[in-house]
Protein backbone atom coordinates (compact mmCIF):
# COMPACT_ATOMS: atom_id res chain seq x y z
CA UNK A 1 0.00 0.00 0.00
CA UNK A 2 2.43 2.80 0.55
CA UNK A 3 4.30 1.50 -2.85
CA UNK A 4 0.75 2.39 -4.27
CA UNK A 5 0.39 5.60 -2.42
CA UNK A 6 3.73 6.67 -3.44
CA UNK A 7 2.85 5.96 -7.06
CA UNK A 8 0.34 7.92 -6.64
CA UNK A 9 1.62 10.71 -5.38
CA UNK A 10 4.43 10.38 -8.25
CA UNK A 11 1.51 10.09 -10.73
CA UNK A 12 0.22 13.21 -9.23
CA UNK A 13 3.14 15.31 -8.93
CA UNK A 14 4.42 14.24 -13.33
CA UNK A 15 0.39 15.94 -13.58
CA UNK A 16 1.32 19.11 -12.23
CA UNK A 17 4.98 19.54 -13.76
CA UNK A 18 2.84 18.69 -17.12
CA UNK A 19 0.28 21.12 -16.49
CA UNK A 20 2.51 23.51 -15.71
CA UNK A 21 4.70 23.11 -18.48
CA UNK A 22 1.41 23.14 -20.85
CA UNK A 23 0.83 26.90 -19.49
CA UNK A 24 4.17 28.25 -19.32
CA UNK A 25 4.22 27.04 -22.91
CA UNK A 26 1.21 28.52 -23.27
CA UNK A 27 2.39 31.78 -21.74
CA UNK A 28 5.34 31.83 -24.09
CA UNK A 29 4.08 31.31 -27.31
CA UNK A 30 0.78 33.97 -26.64
CA UNK A 31 3.99 36.46 -25.51
CA UNK A 32 5.99 35.55 -28.64
CA UNK A 33 2.88 35.73 -31.32
CA UNK A 34 1.95 39.41 -29.77
CA UNK A 35 5.84 40.47 -30.04
CA UNK A 36 5.99 39.15 -33.62
CA UNK A 37 3.62 41.38 -34.58
CA UNK A 38 6.07 44.02 -34.13
CA UNK A 39 8.89 44.02 -36.43
CA UNK A 40 12.23 45.32 -34.87
CA UNK A 41 14.07 47.79 -36.88
CA UNK A 42 17.54 48.42 -34.92
CA UNK A 43 19.27 51.16 -32.27
CA UNK A 44 19.26 49.00 -29.78
CA UNK A 45 20.29 51.49 -26.28
CA UNK A 46 19.37 54.94 -27.54
CA UNK A 47 16.70 57.44 -25.61
CA UNK A 48 14.55 58.32 -28.89
CA UNK A 49 12.86 61.35 -29.06
CA UNK A 50 11.33 61.71 -32.31
CA UNK A 51 10.91 59.37 -35.58
CA UNK A 52 10.77 60.74 -38.97
CA UNK A 53 9.31 58.40 -41.83
CA UNK A 54 9.51 59.06 -45.19
CA UNK A 55 8.73 55.75 -46.53
CA UNK A 56 9.25 52.29 -45.14
CA UNK A 57 12.78 51.91 -46.46
CA UNK A 58 13.57 55.46 -45.33
CA UNK A 59 13.30 56.84 -41.93
CA UNK A 60 14.97 58.95 -39.21
CA UNK A 61 15.57 58.74 -35.26
CA UNK A 62 16.25 61.29 -33.13
CA UNK A 63 17.66 60.95 -29.90
CA UNK A 64 19.39 63.34 -27.02
CA UNK A 65 22.47 63.11 -28.40
CA UNK A 66 22.11 62.09 -32.44
CA UNK A 67 20.50 61.80 -35.59
CA UNK A 68 20.08 58.56 -37.64
CA UNK A 69 19.08 57.83 -41.14
CA UNK A 70 18.08 54.48 -42.80
CA UNK A 71 17.52 53.77 -46.14
CA UNK A 72 17.49 50.06 -45.66
CA UNK A 73 14.57 49.83 -43.18
CA UNK A 74 16.20 49.41 -40.48
CA UNK A 75 18.98 47.16 -41.50
CA UNK A 76 21.49 49.62 -41.34
CA UNK A 77 21.61 53.23 -39.63
CA UNK A 78 24.12 55.83 -40.55
CA UNK A 79 24.73 58.50 -38.13
CA UNK A 80 24.08 62.12 -39.53
CA UNK A 81 24.48 64.36 -36.40
CA UNK A 82 26.33 63.78 -33.08
CA UNK A 83 27.11 65.84 -29.39
CA UNK A 84 23.82 67.73 -29.95
CA UNK A 85 20.38 67.06 -28.44
CA UNK A 86 17.42 66.89 -30.71
CA UNK A 87 13.85 67.43 -29.46
CA UNK A 88 12.00 66.61 -32.74
CA UNK A 89 12.34 66.16 -36.34
CA UNK A 90 10.39 66.75 -39.10
CA UNK A 91 10.08 65.86 -42.83
CA UNK A 92 9.09 68.41 -45.21
CA UNK A 93 5.43 67.52 -46.05
CA UNK A 94 6.07 67.99 -50.26
CA UNK A 95 10.09 67.25 -51.12
CA UNK A 96 10.93 64.65 -48.91
CA UNK A 97 14.95 65.64 -49.37
CA UNK A 98 13.95 68.58 -46.52
CA UNK A 99 14.76 67.48 -42.92
CA UNK A 100 14.31 70.09 -40.11
CA UNK A 101 15.33 69.51 -36.49
CA UNK A 102 14.70 71.59 -33.16
CA UNK A 103 17.77 71.39 -31.28
CA UNK A 104 18.59 72.25 -27.12
CA UNK A 105 22.14 71.54 -25.78
CA UNK A 106 24.54 72.65 -23.02
CA UNK A 107 26.58 73.82 -26.00
CA UNK A 108 26.12 75.12 -29.98
CA UNK A 109 24.58 74.30 -32.11
CA UNK A 110 20.97 75.79 -30.82
CA UNK A 111 17.87 76.86 -32.53
CA UNK A 112 16.58 75.23 -35.54
CA UNK A 113 19.08 73.25 -38.22
CA UNK A 114 17.92 72.34 -42.11
CA UNK A 115 19.06 70.09 -44.48
CA UNK A 116 17.88 69.89 -48.28
CA UNK A 117 19.61 66.55 -49.47
CA UNK A 118 18.16 64.22 -47.14
CA UNK A 119 20.29 64.71 -43.64
CA UNK A 120 23.64 64.66 -45.76
CA UNK A 121 24.63 68.53 -44.61
CA UNK A 122 23.02 70.64 -42.24
CA UNK A 123 22.61 74.52 -41.75
CA UNK A 124 21.29 76.81 -39.26
CA UNK A 125 17.42 78.11 -40.37
CA UNK A 126 16.30 79.83 -37.14
CA UNK A 127 17.22 83.88 -37.78
CA UNK A 128 14.73 85.21 -35.36
CA UNK A 129 14.15 82.70 -32.96
CA UNK A 130 16.25 83.50 -29.11
CA UNK A 131 17.23 80.08 -28.42
CA UNK A 132 19.87 78.73 -25.94
CA UNK A 133 21.43 76.22 -23.56
CA UNK A 134 18.30 77.73 -21.41
CA UNK A 135 15.98 77.93 -24.06
CA UNK A 136 15.54 74.74 -26.41
CA UNK A 137 13.99 74.88 -29.67
CA UNK A 138 11.03 71.98 -28.73
CA UNK A 139 8.97 71.35 -31.53
CA UNK A 140 8.25 72.13 -35.39
CA UNK A 141 4.99 71.51 -37.18
CA UNK A 142 4.05 72.62 -40.69
CA UNK A 143 0.88 74.35 -42.48
CA UNK A 144 -1.14 71.67 -43.80
CA UNK A 145 -1.60 73.61 -46.86
CA UNK A 146 1.18 76.11 -47.60
CA UNK A 147 4.46 74.08 -45.80
CA UNK A 148 6.95 77.18 -46.61
CA UNK A 149 4.80 78.24 -43.53
CA UNK A 150 6.11 76.87 -40.15
CA UNK A 151 5.83 77.26 -36.70
CA UNK A 152 8.28 76.37 -34.02
CA UNK A 153 7.38 76.31 -30.14
CA UNK A 154 10.61 76.91 -27.44
CA UNK A 155 11.03 76.37 -24.03
CA UNK A 156 13.19 75.89 -21.33
CA UNK A 157 14.03 76.44 -17.84
CA UNK A 158 13.55 80.43 -18.72
CA UNK A 159 10.22 79.94 -20.67
CA UNK A 160 10.34 80.40 -24.11
CA UNK A 161 7.68 81.29 -27.38
CA UNK A 162 5.93 80.37 -30.82
CA UNK A 163 7.43 81.63 -33.98
CA UNK A 164 6.58 81.65 -37.08
CA UNK A 165 8.26 81.27 -40.61
CA UNK A 166 6.82 81.64 -44.20
CA UNK A 167 9.52 81.29 -46.07
CA UNK A 168 10.18 77.72 -44.71
CA UNK A 169 12.86 78.96 -41.94
CA UNK A 170 14.67 81.22 -43.54
CA UNK A 171 13.08 83.77 -41.23
CA UNK A 172 10.86 83.59 -38.33
CA UNK A 173 9.02 86.23 -36.65
CA UNK A 174 7.74 85.96 -32.47
CA UNK A 175 3.96 85.34 -32.41
CA UNK A 176 2.65 86.79 -29.04
CA UNK A 177 -0.80 85.99 -27.41
CA UNK A 178 -2.62 88.98 -27.05
CA UNK A 179 -4.75 88.16 -24.20
CA UNK A 180 -2.44 87.24 -22.21
CA UNK A 181 1.27 87.10 -23.26
CA UNK A 182 2.83 86.42 -20.39
CA UNK A 183 1.42 83.19 -20.48
CA UNK A 184 2.23 82.33 -23.91
CA UNK A 185 6.01 83.02 -23.11
CA UNK A 186 6.38 79.85 -20.61
CA UNK A 187 7.17 78.02 -23.22
CA UNK A 188 5.37 75.98 -26.11
CA UNK A 189 5.74 72.08 -26.63
CA UNK A 190 2.98 71.58 -28.72
CA UNK A 191 1.56 72.64 -31.68
CA UNK A 192 -0.92 71.91 -34.45
CA UNK A 193 -2.58 73.50 -37.20
CA UNK A 194 -6.50 73.42 -38.91
CA UNK A 195 -5.96 71.11 -42.02
CA UNK A 196 -8.78 72.71 -43.93
CA UNK A 197 -8.50 76.82 -42.12
CA UNK A 198 -4.93 77.02 -41.15
CA UNK A 199 -5.34 80.57 -39.92
CA UNK A 200 -6.58 78.68 -36.64
CA UNK A 201 -3.38 77.13 -35.17
CA UNK A 202 -3.00 75.64 -31.67
CA UNK A 203 -0.45 76.11 -28.81
CA UNK A 204 0.21 73.89 -25.77
CA UNK A 205 2.37 75.70 -23.16
CA UNK A 206 4.94 74.41 -21.01
CA UNK A 207 5.39 76.70 -17.60
CA UNK A 208 1.44 76.35 -16.69
CA UNK A 209 0.43 74.04 -18.69
CA UNK A 210 -2.26 76.03 -20.83
CA UNK A 211 -3.43 75.51 -23.78
CA UNK A 212 -4.27 78.75 -26.33
CA UNK A 213 -5.97 79.25 -30.05
CA UNK A 214 -5.62 81.58 -32.72
CA UNK A 215 -8.02 81.72 -35.73
CA UNK A 216 -5.80 84.67 -37.08
CA UNK A 217 -2.67 83.08 -38.30
CA UNK A 218 -0.91 83.77 -34.73
CA UNK A 219 -2.17 87.33 -34.93
CA UNK A 220 -4.15 87.03 -31.65
CA UNK A 221 -4.55 84.34 -29.42
CA UNK A 222 -7.40 83.42 -26.72
CA UNK A 223 -6.58 81.24 -23.75
CA UNK A 224 -8.72 77.60 -23.87
CA UNK A 225 -7.68 75.03 -20.91
CA UNK A 226 -5.82 76.67 -18.17
CA UNK A 227 -3.75 73.81 -16.28
CA UNK A 228 -4.25 71.74 -18.45
CA UNK A 229 -2.71 72.08 -22.31
CA UNK A 230 -1.17 68.92 -22.54
CA UNK A 231 2.52 67.71 -24.15
CA UNK A 232 0.95 66.61 -27.80
CA UNK A 233 -2.28 67.74 -29.54
CA UNK A 234 -3.70 66.46 -32.81
CA UNK A 235 -6.99 66.98 -35.03
CA UNK A 236 -9.07 65.07 -36.84
CA UNK A 237 -8.68 65.86 -40.62
CA UNK A 238 -12.19 64.18 -41.12
CA UNK A 239 -14.03 66.56 -38.52
CA UNK A 240 -11.61 69.50 -37.92
CA UNK A 241 -13.59 70.62 -34.60
CA UNK A 242 -12.43 67.13 -33.38
CA UNK A 243 -9.13 67.28 -31.29
CA UNK A 244 -7.33 65.44 -28.87
CA UNK A 245 -5.07 66.13 -26.36
CA UNK A 246 -2.01 64.36 -24.05
CA UNK A 247 -3.05 65.89 -20.45
CA UNK A 248 -3.39 63.30 -17.74
CA UNK A 249 -4.74 61.30 -19.04
CA UNK A 250 -6.31 62.00 -22.41
CA UNK A 251 -8.94 64.55 -22.70
CA UNK A 252 -11.11 65.07 -26.40
CA UNK A 253 -12.82 68.50 -28.03
CA UNK A 254 -16.02 68.02 -30.47
CA UNK A 255 -16.14 71.93 -30.54
CA UNK A 256 -12.70 73.36 -31.89
CA UNK A 257 -11.31 73.21 -27.85
CA UNK A 258 -14.24 75.03 -26.32
CA UNK A 259 -15.24 71.95 -24.14
CA UNK A 260 -13.40 69.48 -23.08
CA UNK A 261 -14.16 65.98 -21.73
CA UNK A 262 -11.54 63.25 -20.08
CA UNK A 263 -11.18 60.70 -22.59
CA UNK A 264 -9.35 57.39 -20.53
CA UNK A 265 -11.69 54.46 -20.90
CA UNK A 266 -9.58 51.33 -20.67
CA UNK A 267 -6.31 53.11 -19.82
CA UNK A 268 -4.12 52.32 -16.57
CA UNK A 269 -4.72 54.86 -14.18
CA UNK A 270 -0.72 55.12 -13.48
CA UNK A 271 0.52 56.79 -16.52
CA UNK A 272 1.36 59.44 -18.44
CA UNK A 273 0.10 59.87 -21.96
CA UNK A 274 3.09 61.11 -23.75
CA UNK A 275 2.46 60.97 -27.55
CA UNK A 276 -0.63 60.96 -30.00
CA UNK A 277 -1.19 60.09 -33.41
CA UNK A 278 -4.49 59.89 -35.61
CA UNK A 279 -4.69 57.35 -38.64
CA UNK A 280 -6.57 59.95 -40.58
CA UNK A 281 -8.31 56.59 -42.91
CA UNK A 282 -9.54 54.81 -40.65
CA UNK A 283 -10.20 57.79 -38.12
CA UNK A 284 -8.47 55.64 -35.06
CA UNK A 285 -6.45 56.86 -32.61
CA UNK A 286 -2.98 56.13 -30.64
CA UNK A 287 -1.46 56.94 -27.44
CA UNK A 288 1.64 55.66 -25.91
CA UNK A 289 1.89 56.06 -22.33
CA UNK A 290 4.79 56.23 -19.85
CA UNK A 291 4.10 54.03 -16.97
CA UNK A 292 4.30 55.95 -13.22
CA UNK A 293 4.00 52.11 -12.21
CA UNK A 294 5.50 49.22 -13.48
CA UNK A 295 3.30 47.13 -16.74
CA UNK A 296 0.93 50.22 -16.61
CA UNK A 297 2.73 51.77 -19.98
CA UNK A 298 2.48 50.80 -23.87
CA UNK A 299 0.87 51.63 -27.13
CA UNK A 300 -3.37 51.87 -26.81
CA UNK A 301 -5.58 52.18 -30.00
CA UNK A 302 -9.12 53.92 -29.84
CA UNK A 303 -11.60 52.76 -32.88
CA UNK A 304 -13.78 54.84 -31.87
CA UNK A 305 -13.08 58.09 -31.32
CA UNK A 306 -11.77 57.88 -27.93
CA UNK A 307 -14.41 56.64 -26.33
CA UNK A 308 -12.35 53.42 -24.98
CA UNK A 309 -8.89 52.07 -25.83
CA UNK A 310 -7.24 48.69 -26.05
CA UNK A 311 -3.73 47.94 -25.45
CA UNK A 312 -1.78 46.70 -28.80
CA UNK A 313 0.03 43.37 -28.87
CA UNK A 314 2.12 44.63 -26.41
CA UNK A 315 6.36 45.34 -26.80
CA UNK A 316 9.24 44.16 -24.67
CA UNK A 317 9.75 46.93 -22.15
CA UNK A 318 6.51 48.28 -22.59
CA UNK A 319 7.01 51.42 -19.64
CA UNK A 320 9.54 53.29 -21.74
CA UNK A 321 7.62 53.71 -24.90
CA UNK A 322 7.66 57.89 -25.58
CA UNK A 323 7.85 58.48 -28.85
CA UNK A 324 5.07 57.62 -31.94
CA UNK A 325 4.31 58.27 -35.46
CA UNK A 326 2.65 57.26 -38.11
CA UNK A 327 3.78 56.34 -42.24
CA UNK A 328 2.50 59.30 -44.56
CA UNK A 329 0.28 56.66 -46.03
CA UNK A 330 -1.35 56.13 -42.39
CA UNK A 331 -0.38 52.12 -43.10
CA UNK A 332 2.70 51.79 -40.50
CA UNK A 333 2.68 52.70 -36.77
CA UNK A 334 6.05 53.48 -35.20
CA UNK A 335 7.59 53.45 -31.94
CA UNK A 336 10.70 54.42 -30.23
CA UNK A 337 11.52 52.08 -26.97
CA UNK A 338 14.55 53.72 -24.67
CA UNK A 339 17.31 51.44 -24.61
CA UNK A 340 15.56 48.66 -26.82
CA UNK A 341 15.30 50.21 -30.14
CA UNK A 342 12.74 50.97 -33.01
CA UNK A 343 9.99 49.22 -33.92
CA UNK A 344 6.85 48.82 -36.64
CA UNK A 345 3.69 47.17 -37.17
CA UNK A 346 1.58 47.03 -40.10
CA UNK A 347 -1.75 48.69 -39.07
CA UNK A 348 -3.30 47.25 -42.44
CA UNK A 349 -3.58 43.44 -41.59
CA UNK A 350 -2.05 44.06 -38.00
CA UNK A 351 0.58 41.96 -38.91
CA UNK A 352 4.42 43.36 -38.92
CA UNK A 353 6.58 41.64 -41.59
CA UNK A 354 9.47 39.56 -40.64
CA UNK A 355 11.96 41.35 -42.30
CA UNK A 356 11.34 40.37 -45.73
CA UNK A 357 9.60 42.50 -48.30
CA UNK A 358 6.60 41.59 -49.82
CA UNK A 359 6.63 41.38 -53.89
CA UNK A 360 6.89 44.53 -55.27
CA UNK A 361 3.33 44.62 -57.43
CA UNK A 362 3.26 48.51 -58.20
CA UNK A 363 4.70 51.64 -57.10
CA UNK A 364 2.93 54.67 -56.46
CA UNK A 365 4.82 58.08 -56.38
CA UNK A 366 4.09 61.23 -55.00
CA UNK A 367 2.32 64.22 -56.88
CA UNK A 368 4.50 66.57 -58.38
CA UNK A 369 4.33 70.05 -57.38
CA UNK A 370 2.65 69.55 -54.53
CA UNK A 371 1.00 72.06 -53.08
CA UNK A 372 -0.59 73.16 -56.55
CA UNK A 373 -2.67 75.09 -58.79
CA UNK A 374 -4.14 74.64 -60.66
CA UNK A 375 -2.73 70.65 -62.21
CA UNK A 376 -0.43 68.69 -61.23
CA UNK A 377 1.33 65.46 -62.27
CA UNK A 378 1.19 61.84 -60.43
CA UNK A 379 3.32 58.81 -61.29
CA UNK A 380 2.49 55.39 -61.14
CA UNK A 381 4.91 51.95 -62.35
CA UNK A 382 3.05 48.42 -62.69
CA UNK A 383 5.79 45.66 -63.28
CA UNK A 384 2.95 43.37 -64.63
CA UNK A 385 -0.27 43.83 -66.44
CA UNK A 386 -3.25 45.00 -64.21
CA UNK A 387 -6.35 46.65 -64.13
CA UNK A 388 -5.79 49.79 -62.45
CA UNK A 389 -7.82 52.48 -60.50
CA UNK A 390 -6.88 55.65 -59.46
CA UNK A 391 -9.19 57.89 -57.49
CA UNK A 392 -8.86 61.23 -55.65
CA UNK A 393 -10.93 61.47 -52.35
CA UNK A 394 -11.66 64.59 -49.82
CA UNK A 395 -10.84 64.61 -46.20
CA UNK A 396 -13.72 62.72 -45.62
CA UNK A 397 -13.35 60.20 -47.57
CA UNK A 398 -15.81 60.71 -50.32
CA UNK A 399 -14.43 60.58 -53.81
CA UNK A 400 -13.69 63.97 -55.58
CA UNK A 401 -12.25 62.52 -58.91
CA UNK A 402 -11.84 58.83 -60.87
CA UNK A 403 -8.41 59.64 -62.78
CA UNK A 404 -7.47 56.15 -64.25
CA UNK A 405 -9.85 52.88 -64.63
CA UNK A 406 -8.55 50.40 -66.97
CA UNK A 407 -6.35 47.66 -67.77
CA UNK A 408 -2.75 48.58 -68.41
CA UNK A 409 0.53 46.55 -69.83
CA UNK A 410 3.39 46.95 -67.68
CA UNK A 411 5.27 50.21 -67.26
CA UNK A 412 5.57 53.38 -66.04
CA UNK A 413 2.65 55.80 -66.27
CA UNK A 414 2.00 59.06 -65.64
CA UNK A 415 -1.69 61.41 -64.96
CA UNK A 416 -2.32 65.06 -65.72
CA UNK A 417 -4.74 65.93 -62.37
CA UNK A 418 -6.33 69.27 -63.46
CA UNK A 419 -8.18 70.35 -59.93
CA UNK A 420 -9.79 73.63 -61.10
CA UNK A 421 -13.45 72.19 -60.21
CA UNK A 422 -11.64 71.52 -56.51
CA UNK A 423 -11.81 74.05 -53.38
CA UNK A 424 -8.35 74.34 -51.31
CA UNK A 425 -7.53 71.84 -49.02
CA UNK A 426 -5.87 68.39 -48.43
CA UNK A 427 -6.89 65.49 -50.62
CA UNK A 428 -5.29 61.91 -50.87
CA UNK A 429 -4.82 59.68 -54.07
CA UNK A 430 -5.24 55.61 -53.91
CA UNK A 431 -3.81 53.47 -56.41
CA UNK A 432 -5.46 49.98 -56.64
CA UNK A 433 -4.53 47.23 -58.41
CA UNK A 434 -5.95 43.62 -59.70
CA UNK A 435 -3.21 42.66 -58.49
CA UNK A 436 -4.14 43.56 -54.61
CA UNK A 437 -1.75 46.74 -54.35
CA UNK A 438 -3.09 49.31 -53.01
CA UNK A 439 -1.19 52.90 -51.94
CA UNK A 440 -2.53 56.25 -50.78
CA UNK A 441 -0.65 59.79 -50.41
CA UNK A 442 -1.53 63.16 -50.08
CA UNK A 443 -1.84 65.88 -52.59
CA UNK A 444 -3.29 69.53 -51.51
CA UNK A 445 -4.60 72.49 -53.72
CA UNK A 446 -4.49 75.59 -53.09
CA UNK A 447 -5.74 78.78 -54.59
Known amino acids: KPQTERKRGLGCLRFVQRLALLFFSVVVYIETTSAQQWEYLGLPGELFTGIAVQN ?24 LLQ ?11 VNPEIIYAA ?35 QVIEFDPIFPETMYVGTAGFFGGNLYKSTNGGQSWTALEA ?14 AVNPVSTGI ?25 PQGGGVDIKIDQTNPQLLYVCSLPVH ?47 VFES ?33 GVNNSGIYR ?36 ELPSAAEVIIKIVDVLGREVLTLVNERKAPGRYSVLVDARGLSSGVYFYRLTTSTGFASIKKLVVIR
Open 252 to 298: KSTDGGISWVVSDSGLPSQSNTRRLAINQMTRRVYVVLYAISSDSGG
Open 178 to 191: VSDTGRLRQGVICI
Open 345 to 380: ADLITGIASEGKPPPVSASLFQNYPNPFNPTTTIEY
Open 103 to 137: LGNINPPYGVLKSTNGGTTWFHADSGIFVNWETFA
Open 201 to 225: IYAGTQGNVDLFKSTDGGSTWSLLR
Open 83 to 93: HTVVFDLKIHP
Open 56 to 79: SDTLYASTPGSIFKTTSGGAIWDT
Open 303 to 335: SDLGLSWQRMPRLFLTNNIRTLTLSPEYDQIYV
